[in-house]
């Protein structure tokens, strides 16, 4: 059950199942931490957010959004 | 090299300091501060350790459905395992919470606030911008909680959309959805059940739905939220809990300590009670 200012027609006017940027977002280990990427080809990936609740790692320029890193 | 810091060392664990890490260590191994600087345009930052540790609640809350692309959302997901880890971690002494969120996932939302109402560490709430719907019970988890004075909160409703059986034990399961969220505000805020459906059922406030906005300084004087503040004054208030000690320290006008710890151990022993 959805309860949100935006009205769900506008909440679901997108594709339901996440639509094609979110099927290449991935969350990874990332040194240590775990940031969600998008996939890019032959195994590099951009950062798109850093997930932690230490704010010194948004300190980091390592895990600054738009870096590309390498997933093996 | 323009500038030596000899603390720098290329032999560095990557799981021990992954700050020191290279981003593509194929390429950049012998990656060395003055490298750091051409790069960013920085210096290595120095190791900062955070004993407090914050979380943002950004755009959707996100439970049971995934949504679209087009929404920013905060999954559940992710939001619960970092809870657990701040609270089993004997690092981290305190949690702050920044809220700017339209709402979102019911339940999704309401295990959000239930965690952090449970959390045995001082935890501090903040909104910025907007805490609307499913927000509120977040905000006013916490054991202290601050509003900006001009974020907003919109007090309105639950609703059933879609196709709904329309029988009796429809109305009477969107009754107890909405009760389960009201009961919660109640009891971790100052404010009455009886305000808070008043004001939920308000008319002529909101464009399209009925309800209210609660604006900053509105907040508290309804008794949602605790204090009109900013990230000084919660800082403040988490560190005083952090550190009882230092509360001498805190500026004056930044909150009546007094009256602080008061209210924290008052929800304390709700918590106790439940």
């Keep these: 059950m959805i309860w949100s200012i935006i009205p769900e027609n506008v909440i679901f006017s997108g594709d339901v199942n996440g639509g094609v940027d979110n099927e290449k977002l991935q969350q990874v280990d990332y040194l240590g931490k775990k940031v969600l990427v998008r996939l890019g080809t032959n195994r590099s990936a951009q950062i798109v957010s850093l997930l932690s609740t230490d704010p010194a790692d948004f300190l980091s320029p390592r895990f600054s959004p738009g870096t590309q890193i390498d997933i093996r | 090299m323009l500038i030596d810091i000899p603390a720098f060392s290329n032999e560095i664990n990557p799981d021990v300091m992954p700050e020191n890490e290279p981003a593509d260590d194929s390429q950049n191994s012998q990656e060395e501060p003055a490298d750091n600087l051409e790069q960013y345009g920085e210096l290595m930052l120095p190791k900062v350790t955070s004993d407090i540790h914050v979380i943002t609640v950004i755009g959707q809350i996100e439970g049971h459905l995934v949504m679209p692309s087009q929404n920013k959302a905060t999954k559940y997901e992710h939001v619960i395992p970092q809870l657990v880890a701040v609270e089993q971690s004997p690092d981290i002494k305190g949690l702050m919470v920044i809220l700017n969120t339209v709402g979102g996932d019911v339940e999704a939302g309401l295990a959000i606030a239930e965690?952090?109402?449970?959390?045995?560490?001082?935890?501090?709430?903040?909104?910025?911008?907007?805490?609307?719907?499913?927000?509120?019970?977040?905000?006013?988890?916490?054991?202290?909680?601050?509003?900006?004075?001009?974020?907003?909160?919109?007090?309105?409703?639950?609703?059933?959309?879609?196709?709904?059986?329309?029988?009796?034990?429809?109305?009477?399961?969107?009754?107890?959805?909405?009760?389960?969220?009201?009961?919660?505000?109640?009891?971790?805020?100052?404010?009455?059940?009886?305000?808070?459906?008043?004001?939920?059922?308000?008319?002529?406030?909101?464009?399209?739905?009925?309800?209210?906005?609660?604006?900053?300084?509105?907040?508290?004087?309804?008794?949602?939220?605790?204090?009109?503040?900013?990230?000084?004054?919660?800082?403040?208030?988490?560190?005083?809990?952090?550190?009882?000690?230092?509360?001498?320290?805190?500026?004056?006008?930044?909150?009546?300590?007094?009256?602080?710890?008061?209210?924290?151990?008052?929800?304390?022993?709700?918590q106790r009670r439940r």
Aim: with cysteine; hydrophobic share 40%; net charge neutral.
């Design chain 2, 115 to 270: 965690i952090i109402a449970s959390m045995t560490k001082p935890t501090v709430s903040l909104v910025l911008g907007g805490g609307h719907s499913i927000g509120v019970p977040i905000a006013v988890a916490a054991d202290r909680s601050f509003i900006s004075s001009t974020a907003t909160m919109t007090i309105h409703p639950i609703r059933l959309t879609g196709m709904v059986v329309g029988v009796q034990q429809s109305f009477d399961y969107l009754e107890k959805m909405q009760d389960r969220v009201v009961n919660f505000i109640t009891e971790h805020s100052n404010i009455s059940a009886r305000e808070f459906k008043r004001l939920m059922m308000t008319t002529g406030e909101l464009a399209r739905d009925v309800g209210t906005v609660v604006v900053g300084k509105g907040a508290v004087e309804c008794g949602l939220i605790d204090e009109v503040g900013g990230l000084d004054s919660a800082m403040a208030y988490l560190r005083s809990q952090i550190n009882p000690q230092d509360k001498d320290t805190m500026e004056p006008g930044k909150g009546d300590m007094a009256r602080d710890l008061e209210h924290h151990s008052r929800k304390r022993n709700f």
